[in-house]
């Protein structure tokens, strides 16, 4: 029956997109194609003339609810063919309500609250009118000198296709018809993260195989999710600008996962072409981009303009004008946009209700992840201190613990660190304040002196440090990744008062913290927390919460390590720790050899500060009696895995209990460790459970030599822990 009504709407929605089309001119289909930037202004005579006659298929930038109902009536009214538009606008992590960066989401590696997170967002921006957003980003970010590992879900193709899929649900909801759903964009396809030195838009290149493995894993699983749309890279990827590559946009994405959706052109990219050298005029960028599979143009109008002649010349088929548009129209009737498009602000919650802001603080907390915490510094007890010193140019900035990409987002609402602990203390507690630095990368370090003295006179030092907003998002990249300006400077200062240092770090990327680390007793990396930042962190300064985030990303120590990701390969000569060599213990006339040499830094060695998983809590957890229910797995078969984990501590705690394992042998080679699941658990102190993951060996496929999916039988290995570095080892076949 269910089917049967399914199959019937199908019929239904390719009936009348054909009958739209066939009463639709060439010049007609090709505004469905156009989305232009209306940059937030009034309606203007030109806009309008534009909507009436056709020529826009979406805008992006209007926020104001009644301009967009404006300029939705006058595409409805006015227009031939009273085609409604898509409303798009980058709701990337919050809309009025911020939620942590995306890279903060991601260290919850928590589904539900990404998702609930994205539905929050949907809501209020479908308030203003949206109903189509740009999120999320899936691209894999391995380099954290690369400004938009700010908007990634990290290093991890397993965690970010758990958590892309997530936010995909989130936007779109049960139905993209429903009142606050919007339709989600997977983007930047694809490869966009491995931009060379982490320079923003900088040329890509990456093999096949690790592009199939890697790279194209999170979109794959958001396309399984329901994606409405893609985005286009910026990228050359291996020297084919993804906006005109064909093997991305049609063999891989339509031939090989069959999307049904659109694909939009990222903003400019189609004129781009032109730029990185692939095409010799604007005629040429349109032709290549709408045969490349680009449904859609963002901002440059090189379709307006040349896509109506190239057809006349016989150039571009119209068929695949027709099947660009079918694809835009049929994404307009599943949001019911045909049947209303206009928008009752007063129909969804207000901006900031309790609801949002309960999501946002739950978010936040759960992303912090504690790297340290010597002689068991935190939590904090409130009842017992008299005086907090709160130090740092990040203590109380409401619009920088917002972070990257947040135009709608109102740092009236912030709650910063500074008003979340006099508030959490009272005022039995003395809250002194000393900003010490204009910006993070103030260098002035006249003022640190009286700081260090007048600080050192509190209970305890709580430092809130890191980054701007700006630092990190797009173009925003930093080749040196340590806390910026004199930051380094004033912990040295304020540890010498004598005090144990606490310190939150607010950024939009992994840091490289060596210079700092021994400096400082205790460290929340906080990322940039959002609207209620200020509240999680002082939940879990103050032990109302343990810390629970773990790391989505490794931590260089330096950062001539990057790229450094824990599912590397392992070479032909794998470092280990007993065997690198310090460039200090190097004598003098030492000759060079290659026996026993293997792949390290003769300065850093081979390990990440911090490795990918990793994460402190106020509980202690342990790990105990690792096993498979078989030791051998035939093809199609699933294999259970347990591990025992027990509450070690005296607090209530949860802990993210993953699972990995490596692939001995392959017709390519295979990473040393890779994620294959993950959950998290809440034990009482004392408390042990037994977590079971269901492998089935269908998760044990990879793309192999000639690029086609393959499950191999042979040797794997097991862990199961609380990062990547797990020790509980074991192992089963895989037989055929
Ligand atoms: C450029 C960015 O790369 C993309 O992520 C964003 O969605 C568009 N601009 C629209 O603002």
Redesign the pocket.
């Known amino acids: 029956m269910e089917n049967t009504s399914a199959l019937q709407l199908v019929r239904e929605t390719d009936d009348f997109v054909a009958s739209l089309i066939a009463q639709m001119d060439l010049a007609e289909k090709i505004g469905q194609m156009c989305q232009i930037d209306v940059a937030g202004e009034a309606l203007s005579e030109e806009l309008k003339a534009r909507l009436s006659a056709g020529e826009v298929g979406s805008i992006?930038n209007q926020v104001d609810v009644e301009l967009v109902n404006e300029i939705q009536r006058v595409a409805v009214e006015e227009s031939r063919l009273g085609i409604p538009l898509l409303i798009g606008r980058?709701v990337i992590h919050g809309f009025k309500t911020v939620l942590p960066i995306p890279i903060g989401q991601a260290a919850s590696w928590n589904r539900d609250l990404v998702e609930a997170g994205a539905r929050i967002s949907a809501l209020e921006a479908a308030r203003a009118g949206v109903n189509w957003t740009?999120a999320p980003?899936l691209d894999i970010a391995r380099d954290p000198r690369w400004g938009r590992v700010a908007e990634s879900f990290g290093e991890d193709p397993f965690l970010a296709s758990v958590l892309g899929a997530a936010m995909v649900s989130g936007f779109q909801g049960q139905s993209l018809r429903d009142n606050g759903s919007i339709a989600a964009c997977a983007?930047?396809f694809a490869g966009y993260g491995a931009a060379e030195s982490g320079r923003d838009y900088a040329t890509t290149n990456i093999p096949e195989n690790e592009l199939r493995n890697v790279y194209l894993q999170p979109f794959h699983a958001a396309v399984t999710a329901g994606a409405a749309t893609v985005?286009t890279s910026?990228g050359d990827l291996n020297g084919i600008p993804c906006t005109a590559n064909g093997f991305l946009l049609r063999q891989i994405l339509r031939e090989e996962w069959g999307f049904s959706g659109f694909v939009v052109s990222?903003?400019d990219s189609v004129f781009h072409l032109k730029i990185h050298g692939l095409t010799a005029d604007d005629a040429g960028s349109a032709l290549e981009a709408a045969q490349a599979g680009v449904d859609m143009e963002?901002a440059s109008t090189t379709y307006k303009q040349y896509l109506a002649q190239l057809v006349e010349q016989g150039k571009l088929s119209e068929s695949v004008i027709d099947q660009a548009v079918a694809r835009i129209l049929r994404l307009k009737l599943a949001l019911g946009l045909f049947e209303n498009p206009y928008t009752e602000p007063e129909a969804l919650p207000a901006y900031g209700n309790t609801q949002a802001l309960d999501v946002a603080r739950q978010t936040a907390r759960e992303s912090i992840v504690m790297l340290k915490n010597a002689e068991t510094l935190l939590p904090l007890s409130a009842n017992t201190l008299r005086s907090i010193a709160v130090v740092g140019p990040l203590a109380d900035a409401p619009y920088e613990q917002l972070g990257t990409w947040i135009f709608d987002g109102d740092s009236a609402l912030s709650v910063t660190p500074l008003e979340a602990i006099r508030r959490r203390v009272g005022p039995e507690v003395e809250v002194n304040f000393f900003q010490a630095m204009a910006t993070s990368r103030d260098r002035n370090t006249d003022a640190f002196e009286a700081v260090a003295e007048a600080a050192g006179q509190s209970d305890v030092v709580l430092m809130f440090l890191g980054e701007e907003s700006i630092l990190s998002g797009?173009a925003h990249c930093r080749a040196d990744i340590n806390l910026p300006g004199a930051q380094a400077e004033l912990v040295r200062k304020l540890k010498a008062a004598g005090k144990p240092i606490i310190a939150v770090i607010l950024a939009g990327r992994p840091l490289t913290l060596t210079n700092v680390i021994d400096e400082i007793d205790a460290l929340l990396f906080a990322w940039h927390p959002g609207t209620m930042g200020g509240e999680a962190i002082s939940d879990l300064l103050f032990g109302d919460f343990s810390p629970s985030g773990k790391l989505p990303v490794s931590f260089p120590r330096h950062v001539g390590q990057v790229p450094v990701y824990y599912n590397h390969k392992n070479s032909g000569k794998p470092p280990s720790d007993d065997a690198i060599v310090h460039i200090d213990d190097i004598d003098a006339n030492a000759t060079q050899t290659s026996l026993g040499m293997t792949a390290f830094h003769l300065d850093e060695g081979f390990r990440p500060l911090f490795p990918f998983g990793f994460g402190l809590s106020y509980a202690d957890f342990a790990y105990a009696k690792l096993s498979c229910d078989k030791q051998q797995v035939r093809l199609g078969e699933t294999l259970r895995i347990s591990a025992e984990v027990s509450n070690q501590g005296s607090c209530k705690a949860i802990e993210t209990v993953q699972l990995y394992i490596r692939d001995l042998v392959g017709n390519v080679t295979r990473p040393v460790r890779e994620l294959k699941g993950f959950r998290r658990i809440e034990l009482e102190p004392g408390q042990t459970e037994t977590v079971t993951f269901d492998l089935h060996t269908d998760d044990l496929a990879f793309f192999g030599r000639d690029q086609q999916r393959v499950i191999e039988a042979g040797e794997f290995r097991v862990w199961i822990g609380g990062s990547s570095e797990a020790e509980l080892e074991t192992g089963f076949s895989l037989i055929d």
């Open positions: 992006i980058d740009f980003m983007k930047h985005m910026f990222d903003w963002m797009e």
